[in-house]
């Protein structure tokens, strides 16, 4: 698309922890060739706004941000703002090549990956979940008076969505107090990351439009209902042809649908540093929560990291498109090109070694039964980076000054936070996030 004249153009990335960054540029100075100037050190701005210690980079250096041309949408009717123009940007060296610490590269070339052994492609969607910080008023789990609480602000994110092409499908009042939740349609692998941008940007500009404030911590509260990042996804053969569907099969997931769960619930606790990443991440994964603490995939179980979805038969409807699986674990402070890739290198890890198919559990869990040998995710981020690093298949997914850069902003985020309260954390993260 052509930016309108007068407007301006941003020029977006997002960095390790999901924060949409850049640099803006006037339509007229804005075609197809265009780029802007970045630094490498940008990377190690962590989610609380500083250049950690223990980087790779210092103050030299430089790299582009060169915009993917076909991803432009224009934003319209965010209150109080003008129109303009979005390009999402991979962030390359000065001579154009891939720069090593670029997430949308790392997920781009993760579906190459896949395309090229497998001869498999992937459909997605991001589900985000948050919470209204400016209404105290008593209200009910997914009624109508929690609805029409919030108008005109949901009416205006679904209309602002629809009118970038980001296919808004449904918005709603969710289970937590004043915790809503938007989904979109599926999409290729990299576009849908992008849309999870545009939906989290997006939510935060209405509200702010109308002077209020939201919150997609995954703890908005001390001891309150918490809100994640839920990513659907499908395979697909190259020409369309659906992977996940078996009827003969436990769940009707095909052997290679399930060889590709395996590989995900066996990496889950090298990648919970990945797709959890806060200090106060571990609280919302907890058992009998609607959240996950195993690793196992469970049968329209929302509670299972892999939730092998339900499909809609009514009037004769196809299941076989339709079945794909939910992964339930991420949280707003995963940049979602890295969750999206990391669930991808993962399952890609349990074709390539041909692991034994996942197996599928149905009904609720019985912990202290049959259940209590499950896996179970790390329980806080010390711990999710130690499972990182001795993971040494997911640490090698990322180039090593990637590496470097994430464990040193998360050990930044530890030690700033190892004095506060619980009530503390959650208020800084609903505060960032």
């Known amino acids: 698309m052509r930016p309108r004249p007068g407007e301006l153009v941003f020029l977006a990335v997002s960095d390790l922890s999901g924060i949409t960054k850049g640099r803006a540029v006037r339509a007229e100075d804005f075609d197809e060739t265009s780029s802007v100037g970045w630094v ?88 985000h979940e948050f919470t209204d910080l400016g209404d105290d008023s008593p209200t009910h789990p997914f009624s109508l008076a929690a609805h029409r609480s919030l108008e ?53 500009a209405v509200f702010a439009g109308h002077h209020r404030d939201v919150t997609f ?72 929560n609607w959240s996950t603490a195993r690793a196992f995939m469970g049968l329209q179980n929302r509670e299972a990291l892999l939730r092998i979805t339900p499909t809609n038969e009514m009037e004769g409807r196809d299941p076989a498109p339709q079945l794909h699986f939910e992964f339930r674990g991420g949280d707003i402070g995963a940049n979602p090109y890295l969750l999206l890739g990391s669930i991808l290198r993962a399952g890609i890890a349990g074709l390539r070694e041909d692991m034994d198919p996942a197996q599928v559990v149905q009904g609720d869990l019985d912990l202290e039964g049959e259940h209590k040998d499950l896996p179970q995710l790390p329980e806080d981020l010390p711990e999710a980076l130690a499972a990182f690093q001795a993971d040494e298949e997911v640490s090698s997914w990322f180039a090593p000054e990637l590496v470097q850069t994430y464990l040193a902003i998360k050990e930044h985020e530890i030690e700033t936070f190892k004095d506060k309260s619980m009530e503390e954390r959650c208020k800084r993260y609903a505060e960032i996030f």
Not at 86 to 92: K, W
Request: net charge negative.
């Open 217 to 288: 911590s995954p703890l908005p509260k001390a001891g309150a209902g918490g809100s994640g990042v839920h990513v659907h996804f499908g395979l697909t053969t190259l020409d369309g042809d659906p992977v996940v569907y078996d009827p003969s099969r436990p769940g009707r997931v095909s052997e290679k649908a399930a060889k590709f769960a395996a590989g995900i619930l066996h990496h889950a606790p090298g990648m919970t540093a990945i797709f959890a990443p806060l200090v106060i991440s571990g609280e919302r994964l907890r058992p009998d």
């Open 40 to 127: 490498p050190a940008n990377l190690g701005i962590g989610p609380l706004g500083e250049i950690v210690h223990g980087l790779p980079y210092g103050s030299t250096g430089d790299c582009r941000l060169r915009p993917d041309y076909a991803s432009a949408v224009r934003i319209t009717d965010i209150p109080g703002q003008e129109p303009h123009t979005l390009v999402f940007t991979d962030i390359v060296e000065t001579d154009g090549s891939p720069w090593a610490g670029d997430s949308r590269t790392f997920l781009r070339d993760t579906v190459k990956m896949l395309e090229d052994e497998f001869g498999l492609t992937v459909t997605a969607a991001f589900e």
């Open 152 to 204: 005109p602000i949901g009416s205006q994110i679904m209309n602002a969505l629809d009118k970038m092409g980001a296919e808004p499908e449904n918005w709603l009042p969710e289970y937590a107090p004043h915790q809503f939740e938007v989904t979109v349609r599926p999409t290729d692998a990299v576009s849908a990351a992008d849309r999870a941008v545009l939906v989290r940007d997006t939510v935060g």
